[in-house]
């Protein structure tokens, strides 16, 4: 968030139309709010970006891995849970409207939790439920380097 | 409100049988529930018109989360099409959204897809459960405008 500030405070010092053409912005005082908000929006899906891809297993979910706000969030958690993944990044779209909105736009997917695996968005916790129950996601751990706990559980029963 | 959440949690095919319908012409007297739920109709509507499908069920499950009676915010939905064949899943599932980008983006909050295949549905006919709530639509502000919009 840190980045998002700096990126908002240097359109601010820059001037209000400094790096935008004038014919997209409404003139007089308005068009300083619509730069800073346009900026900020922009800000916002450059570091979702970032954010998607600094982590193997990403997850925008309502409240925390410990305490989470919604069942379809708590779906997730307990999934990666069982799976024995608990080295992710997990966001809380409850704390930041702005990630929360930027996500949606971002994913171009409309609810929460959202699930990346390796940078690539999978879909919500419907989609990461049928994974889990069909055996694909112990296929796309695999493939990420990540030795799901159900494999070793299955080994250890055999 | 007891008979709606049973009615609710009944599966409703979209092939109700012709002998079940009112008349065509007294429109007055069509499904007494279809009034009182329009967010629900809608979502049957567009799907219907979208993906044509074999089999549809459309649960409004908004009395398990904390929001008030008689809120149409929280839903599942059950498409089975021909549409799908050869869709990974997120692709299903973003035909779905499509098709209800108007009502997620005003009054439908959570949406729980089901998205199959005739073949998937034959051999296993069944709907998931929604898991329990938290009760995070709680004091969330986000979920207040959803249901003022859904209530317009």
Known sequence: MNHLIRASVRCLRAGSTAGYPSMLLPAGPVSFTAARLLCAATDMQQTLGEMVKKDKVVVFIKGTPAQPMCGFSNAVVQILRMHGVDDYAAYNVLDDQDLRQGIKEFSNWPTIPQVYLNSEFVGGCDILLQMHQSGDLVEELNKMGIRSALVEAEKESK | ?152
């Open chain 2, 1 to 152: 409100m007891l008979a709606r959440i049973l009615l609710c949690a009944r599966p409703v095919s979209a092939t109700i049988p012709a002998l079940t319908r009112p008349l065509a012409h007294s429109t007055a007297h069509m499904d007494p529930g279809s009034g009182g739920r329009p967010v629900e109709t809608a979502i049957r509507t567009k799907l219907t018109g979208a993906l044509v499908p074999a089999h549809l069920e459309v649960h409004n499950e908004s009395h398990m989360h904390a929001v008030p009676p008689g809120s149409e915010s929280h839903f599942r939905v059950l498409v089975v099409s021909a549409s799908f064949d050869g869709l990974s899943l997120i692709q299903r599932h973003r035909l779905v959204n499509e098709a209800l980008r108007e009502e997620l983006s005003s009054c439908v909050h959570a949406l729980a897809i089901q998205a199959k295949t005739p073949a998937q549905w034959g051999s296993n006919p069944s709907v998931a459960k929604s898991p329990p709530c938290m009760g995070g639509s709680k004091g969330d502000h986000s979920v207040e405008v959803k249901l003022a919009a859904g209530r317009e």
